[in-house]
């Protein structure tokens, strides 16, 4: 014999397989999951590294000029032609191909197509504009395309002018969320509701509202589907800001500054129980009686992608005009003491302190922020884009610079897209509570 | 331990190797470096107290002094060392094995075309900004080859949602009702009000002719009411119509028109042009006798002011002067004349082919010849004198 070390194809699949069936049963009995997968199901396993197969290695042979993708690299960064004042568009297409969880999913070619006409589906298109972004060309891409189709599937953003950004955001999610039938993962037949596509897996969070009965102290729950979360800002006619002084600081790392409002605070303040006037009095279902009451909004499902919009346009009787306030934001963000859970300790006004627990659930980084420069009429917009941690450009349509951390924190904000750091297994017990949520 | 760089599989326990922290957000894609860091120090640090731990539970702690407890520590060391050593080696002998070692070795020229670059005035590919005013596509609805930068406008417009889409689309079906010659030409109406239009410079001339939006804003607005709906209000209705009937004016207000409006009727809709005074799908002969027709003999065409409407073509303001003036002079060689106003026109001056010869050698010289041109406005004025007519069907059959 040889005495050499062997590697037998059929062997290693089989200590593959034990290995994964070893790996589920450790996932069921332990409470945290070490490792992060999609939220798909039958997933239990170690991710699988890629090993190539004997075609690949041929190919590969046959093309010596290989390159290994580094951090420096430009793949994946790519211009995008203004069509006429669409550099609205042209941020949010930025942001959407840099969301991590997304770009796998086109980048795996994960969608299949299940539209009547394949060239109008929107979701088909994203897949082309994926390839297109990170296929290293460096002459930018002319997204016109993408413009058609979203005329004519969202009439009411169709014509030549200026738009809102954050309009469209929500627009674009959801033509794609319409489209996007053919890649529900396990569809649950009885809930038509409870949509399983790929938008709503990452972008779909869950706002609970709830109205306390200041009689019977009775709570009514509902919890709504949301896709962002808009934040007034203090100096809007809106707002109602409690700026105490010599409150808790540097909750999430911000630099807390007095007179500075942070983006914990624009949280603090939407989270806040808020006491709705005699002039609202609600029929209280326990106590059959109209009462005031109490309202507080909290988050109870985290979306994988957390978008934040400020509302800096403000269309008031009164006056239309942009508030150019700056709002820190920090890199890291811990959304644990917004969640519904962590609503006891609110109630007394006081924000509990996120710990440094290993609890990482709800912990979330920025990825992408878009910004507007000008005034309410006319305007422009610039985004900035996390290609790798630390590792930030300007994307100005057609131009992409490098940027610095200090420039993306010190800029503006308008639309900021947060991505949650660990994703989690969804266990069957799990999706069994979506189902009733919604 | 020993340094290793990023890549490199680390460590092998019990059969298994062991990966690195193994904490990424994402799932690797198949384009991206599968994420291997280094064992961290944090692991080794805990692995090598472990043991340390579990060797001392061995020996009684009583008996030891410190070199023992130094001898146990190396030997611990010796012991990962060597794993570590060992599951590298395993790793190189699996791939040449399996025949993907190869893998590893990239090209680093090609590589460079890849690197960010940072500099001030570059993009990260190098590249100078603001250069791509050039690129083009390929509109979905029409098929044509439009400017990347002006898609969004002619997209509008396409699609009929924009400002003027509907009037233009109204005098389109108008038009096409009664002469299917011109069709072609009007279906590149829309695209001549876009400024900064990028096709070709030889089909600007053929389609100087109806250059001129007679519903452009820049036209008289006080009269657009009287025109049907105002298209301003819902871009999905059509206008009815292109001009404006004159039935409904009151004396007051067709004098008011003629003075800033041709005014010429069209014998199919039997509507006046709401065109310019120098519109040229009209002569000057045609705007007398119609303000003769409705004002008398004593109607006179009021003296057009040069100032030039240059929303449809960015044009040199000379060439665009000298155009408007050939066209006053040089009737009976616009290309909507047929060939029986032609005949008529050379009745009335009685020069015949020659004054229309000379006109043509005009053209073909140079543009900024203006001597020429004179004779051709001296020419035009002796038609004053001519008795006024009713506008017959020959003068207008190709006009519009």
Request: net charge neutral; proline share 5%; with cysteine.
């Amino acid at each position: 014999m040889c005495k050499d070390y062997v590697y037998d194809k059929d062997i290693e699949q089989i200590a593959k397989e034990e290995q994964g069936e070893a790996l589920k049963l450790q996932a069921s009995t332990s409470t945290e999951v070490s490792h992060q997968q999609c939220s798909v199901p039958g997933l239990g396993e170690k991710f699988p590294t890629w090993e190539t197969t004997k075609p690949e290695l041929e190919l590969l042979g046959h093309n010596p000029r290989r390159r290994r993708i580094t951090s420096s690299f430009t793949i994946g960064l790519r211009g995008l032609i203004n069509l006429g004042n669409t550099c609205f568009m042209n941020c949010i297409v930025q942001a959407l191909t840099h969301t991590p969880i997304l770009r796998d999913f086109f980048l795996s070619d994960r969608h299949r197509c299940e539209m009547p006409s394949p060239e109008l589906c929107l979701v088909c298109e994203m897949s082309s504009l994926f390839r297109e972004l990170y296929s290293g060309n460096p002459s930018p891409h002319v997204p016109y395309k993408l413009l058609h189709l979203v005329w004519i599937h969202a009439r009411h953003l169709a014509g030549y002018r200026q738009q809102d950004a954050h309009e469209f955001l929500i627009a674009a999610l959801d033509v794609l969320h319409r489209h996007c039938k053919g890649d529900e993962v396990g569809k649950a037949a009885n809930n038509p509701n409870h949509c399983n596509c790929i938008i709503d897996q990452i972008f779909t969070g869950g706002l609970q509202s709830d109205v306390t009965c200041q009689a019977c102290h009775g709570v009514s729950t509902t919890i709504d589907p949301c896709w962002d979360i808009s934040l007034d800002l203090p100096g809007s006619c809106t707002s109602f800001w409690p700026m105490s002084p010599g409150r808790e600081s540097s909750v999430n790392g911000e630099s807390h500054i007095p007179g500075i409002t942070t983006l914990t605070d624009c949280l603090r303040r939407f989270t806040r129980p808020e006491h709705l006037g005699s002039s609202a009095k609600i029929k209280c279902g326990s106590c059959q009686s109209y009462q005031e009451s109490t309202k507080q909004l909290t988050m109870n499902k985290l979306p994988v992608v957390a978008c934040f919009h400020f509302k800096r346009f403000e269309h008031s009787a009164k006056q239309r005009r942009k508030i150019t306030t700056y709002i820190s934001f920090p890199l890291e963000l811990d959304m644990t003491p917004f969640m519904a859970s962590s609503k006891e300790s609110r109630m007394n006004g006081q924000l509990q302190l996120p710990t440094n627990s290993g609890n990482n659930e709800n912990k979330y980084s920025l990825f992408a922020v878009v910004n507007h420069q000008g005034t309410l009429e006319s305007g422009h917009y610039t985004s900035f884009i996390r290609h790798h941690k630390d590792q930030w450009f300007k994307c100005d349509d057609a131009v992409i610079t490098k940027a610095s951390i200090k420039d993306v924190l010190d800029s503006e904000g308008y639309l900021l897209f947060y991505h949650k750091q660990v994703l989690e297994h969804e266990s069957e017990k799990v999706k069994e509570m979506n189902t009733q949520a919604y | 331990m020993p340094e290793l760089s990023s890549g490199q599989r680390v460590g092998r326990e019990s059969g298994r190797f062991l990966r690195c922290c193994g904490l990424t957000t994402t799932p690797p894609s198949p384009c991206v470096q599968p994420c291997c860091r280094p064992l961290c120090y944090e692991q080794s640090e805990r692995r090598l107290h472990k043991s340390l731990q579990m060797k001392m539970e061995e020996m009684s702690l009583s008996g030891l002094d410190n070199s023992k407890l130094e001898a146990i520590a190396q030997e611990i060391y010796a012991d990962l060392v060597e794993d570590s050593c060992l599951g590298f080696c395993f790793e190189v002998h699996r791939a040449v094995k399996c025949g993907y070692f190869f893998l590893d070795d990239t090209d680093p020229d090609s590589m460079k075309d890849f690197e960010i670059v940072d500099q001030p005035g570059l993009d990260i590919f190098g590249q100078v900004f603001n250069q791509w005013k050039s690129k083009e596509c390929v509109c979905p609805n029409c098929s044509r080859s439009i400017a990347a930068s002006r898609f969004a406008p002619h997209l509008e417009k396409c699609l009929g949602m924009g400002r003027n889409s509907s009037r233009i689309a109204n005098r389109r079906i108008a038009n096409s009702n009664n002469m299917n010659k011109s069709e072609s030409d009007q279906e590149d109406n829309d695209d001549i009000n876009d400024n900064d239009w990028s096709y070709g410079s030889e089909k600007k001339a053929k389609k100087r002719k109806s250059d001129k939006n007679p519903n452009s804003p820049r036209r008289s607005k006080s009269l657009k009411h009287k025109n049907g709906e105002l298209s301003n209000s819902d871009p999905f209705k059509y206008n009815n119509s292109t001009g404006i009937s004159y039935e409904t004016l009151g004396p007051e207000e067709l004098r008011s028109l003629l003075t800033t409006q041709c005014g010429v009727i069209s014998e199919h809709t039997k509507k006046m042009c709401t065109r310019s005074l120098r519109c040229p799908q009209h002569t000057d002969e045609q705007r007398r006798t119609v303000r003769i027709y409705f004002l008398g003999p004593s109607a006179v065409l009021p003296e057009v002011e040069s100032s030039l409407d240059n929303d449809s073509f960015d044009m040199t303001d000379s060439q665009a002067l000298i155009s408007r003036l050939q066209w006053d002079g040089s009737s009976d060689l616009s290309p909507s004349d047929s060939g029986s106003s032609k005949t008529s026109e050379n009745q009335g001056w009685g020069l015949g082919t020659n004054s229309s010869e000379s006109r043509k050698t005009k053209k073909k010289k140079s543009h900024l010849s203006l001597v020429g041109t004179a004779s051709g406005l001296g020419s035009n004025k002796k038609k004053k004198p001519k008795p006024p007519a009713p506008p017959t069907p020959s003068i207008y059959d190709d006009i519009n």
